[in-house]
């Protein structure tokens, strides 16, 4: 019996996030006064991203043990996938895994976003307001564009152990000592910590290009999803050096909560969820 790896099953699964994709796509169109002109993107200053972190922290502070109920899940998650992932073939997927936090990052956030939605329309909220985003109208686009997510998550795994073949593999890792010695000490590993790392922030920038206002926008008001997708292009586009300066936040970010075996998460990922919502407030007109 051949047990698949995550690269393996994650292929097999594209066919069926295109179906839903398509599924959802439809949903989305049928929805009406989709087609109102796209909304207006602003200039921020790089300054303005310690404002977004800060208030993010003072929305994680008003919520406290409700949101690190919520988002505790994403820590343990990540437990699970080291565990999992210690046996010696699944060893070069670690980082990977681990560092594919941030592709998926902004659709787990989706329910922080709308609990600092409500906060600043003045209504009390619980962590169960999190769960509201099952009852918006634009759910199909929300998922359709979290499937495209995944969908960029399977192809970084697949691409990071097509990097490890091409260097240190295709053989696995005869143990953890030794993968360590060949990653950190020989030329082939040092080549694939580069090209690792470079093709990495790639799969990154896509990311933050198409998403990184387009969720709040979406629970935000009624547009299409190309309308979200293309607003939060033009708001990278009209903003290079901030976006730069907050992608570089939430990489260090997520770096430093993910040291201690992932439990700093519990606290880094609802601050950057807050204070994304944030953002698409500066960024995106009224």
Not at 1 to 29: C, S, T
Not at 89 to 113: D, N, Q
Not at 216 to 234: F, G, H, K, M
Not at 249 to 261: E, F, N, Q
Request: charged letters at 15%.
């Amino acid at each position: 019996m051949h047990i698949r790896n995550p690269v393996e099953w994650g292929v097999d699964q594209l066919k069926f996030a295109g179906q839903a994709m398509e599924y959802f796509g439809r949903a989305a169109r049928d929805r009406e006064n989709l087609r109102a002109p796209p909304p207006a993107v602003r200039h921020i200053s790089t300054g303005e991203i310690l404002d977004v972190l800060h208030r993010g922290l003072d929305d994680f502070a008003a919520f406290r043990s409700d949101v690190i109920f919520l988002c505790v899940i994403y820590p343990v998650i990540g437990l699970v996938l080291v565990r999992l992932d210690f046996g010696y073939e699944m060893l070069p997927l670690l980082f990977p895994l681990a560092s594919g936090f941030a592709l998926i990052g902004p659709l787990a956030a989706v329910g922080l976003y709308q609990m600092s939605r409500l906060r600043e329309q003045g209504r009390p909220v619980s962590w169960l307001d999190a769960f509201s985003v099952f009852r918006s109208a634009a759910i199909g686009a929300i998922a359709m564009l979290g499937l495209i997510l995944m969908v960029i998550f399977l192809a970084w795994l697949a691409t990071a152990q097509s990097i490890y073949e091409l260097t240190l593999g295709p053989a696995p890792p005869a143990s953890l000592a030794a993968f360590a010695h060949d990653v950190l000490q020989t030329p082939q590993g040092w080549v694939m910590i580069g090209v690792g790392i470079g093709v990495g922030f790639l799969f990154a920038l896509l990311v933050l290009a198409i998403s990184v206002v387009s969720f709040p926008l979406l629970l935000d008001r009624e547009v299409a999803l190309e309308t979200a997708v293309w607003t939060s292009l033009r708001a990278v586009a009209a903003n290079p050096g901030p976006m730069a300066a907050w992608g570089l936040t939430v990489a260090v970010l997520l770096v430093l909560g993910s040291i201690p075996a992932f439990l700093g998460l519990v606290i880094v990922l609802p601050v950057l969820g807050h204070a994304t919502w944030h953002l698409y407030r500066k960024v995106v007109a009224p």
